[in-house]
């Protein structure tokens, strides 16, 4: 296991399956029954597992800044007043489930203007601590460890990119990290865990062969 990485603070892949079918399955039930709870729960689970942003760079997301390149991030440095726009690569699934989030906020009583913020309460913008909330109450109730917080969905996209494609800068430019060694740190050993997994049976199929 990495170095401050521990096994909380990050969900492996059938736990980010079953967060993200729980909270698909809750916003179809709400939208049925007219609540709008639901809908902006998956919108946020799928955006912070989709971007690996933290949960201070998320709740400042305002329409105007998602566009045809992507979307522009505020990434805050060791002071929050001080800011930085950056253009952050996003899927083709997230921009779907942007534009059908976008398209029916009206439906939400919530604004389309361009400074109008992605996520919106019935007191407006949602909090820092309001999305830490949205993101735990989602976790209890799929059946995931109390453990987890918003932030795992940084580590898990990480993890999850890393073992797919085996590219650390690719990393390294998704979470905006100016120094390499920092990813390389926090994320380089991650395949260890699975270390045990590709041992088992390493010489059977050549044996098998003879």
């Given at each position: 296991m990495?170095?401050?990485i521990t096994r909380e603070k990050y969900m492996?892949?059938?736990e980010v399956k079953q967060?993200?079918?729980w909270a698909q399955a809750k916003a179809l039930l709400d939208e049925k029954r007219g609540r709008v709870q639901g809908t902006r729960m998956w919108m946020?689970?799928?955006f912070a597992l989709q971007t690996g942003l933290r949960v201070q760079e998320i709740k400042l997301v305002q329409l105007k800044h998602y566009e045809k390149r992507g979307l522009w991030v505020n990434r805050l440095k060791k002071k929050e007043k001080d800011k930085k726009l950056e253009l952050l690569v996003i899927g083709k699934e997230l921009r779907q489930h942007l534009d059908e989030f976008i398209k029916t906020k009206p439906l939400r009583d919530e604004p389309i203007d361009p400074e109008a913020y992605l996520f919106?309460?019935?007191r407006g913008?949602?909090?820092k601590r309001g999305l830490q909330q949205m993101f735990k109450v989602a976790v209890k109730k799929a059946g995931l460890s109390p453990d987890l917080s918003i932030h795992a969905c940084r580590h898990t996209l990480a993890c999850t990119l890393l073992k797919k494609t085996s590219n650390l800068r690719m990393v390294q430019k998704m979470l905006s990290h100016k120094d390499p060694e920092t990813t390389a740190n926090l994320y380089a050993d991650i395949s260890y865990?699975?270390?045990e997994e590709n041992l088992n049976g390493l010489y059977e199929d050549e044996e098998n062969n003879k």
């Amino acid at each position: 296991m990495v170095p401050g990485i521990t096994r909380e603070k990050y969900m492996n892949k059938s736990e980010v399956k079953q967060l993200r079918e729980w909270a698909q399955a809750k916003a179809l039930l709400d939208e049925k029954r007219g609540r709008v709870q639901g809908t902006r729960m998956w919108m946020l689970l799928d955006f912070a597992l989709q971007t690996g942003l933290r949960v201070q760079e998320i709740k400042l997301v305002q329409l105007k800044h998602y566009e045809k390149r992507g979307l522009w991030v505020n990434r805050l440095k060791k002071k929050e007043k001080d800011k930085k726009l950056e253009l952050l690569v996003i899927g083709k699934e997230l921009r779907q489930h942007l534009d059908e989030f976008i398209k029916t906020k009206p439906l939400r009583d919530e604004p389309i203007d361009p400074e109008a913020y992605l996520f919106m309460g019935k007191r407006g913008p949602l909090t820092k601590r309001g999305l830490q909330q949205m993101f735990k109450v989602a976790v209890k109730k799929a059946g995931l460890s109390p453990d987890l917080s918003i932030h795992a969905c940084r580590h898990t996209l990480a993890c999850t990119l890393l073992k797919k494609t085996s590219n650390l800068r690719m990393v390294q430019k998704m979470l905006s990290h100016k120094d390499p060694e920092t990813t390389a740190n926090l994320y380089a050993d991650i395949s260890y865990e699975d270390m045990e997994e590709n041992l088992n049976g390493l010489y059977e199929d050549e044996e098998n062969n003879k």
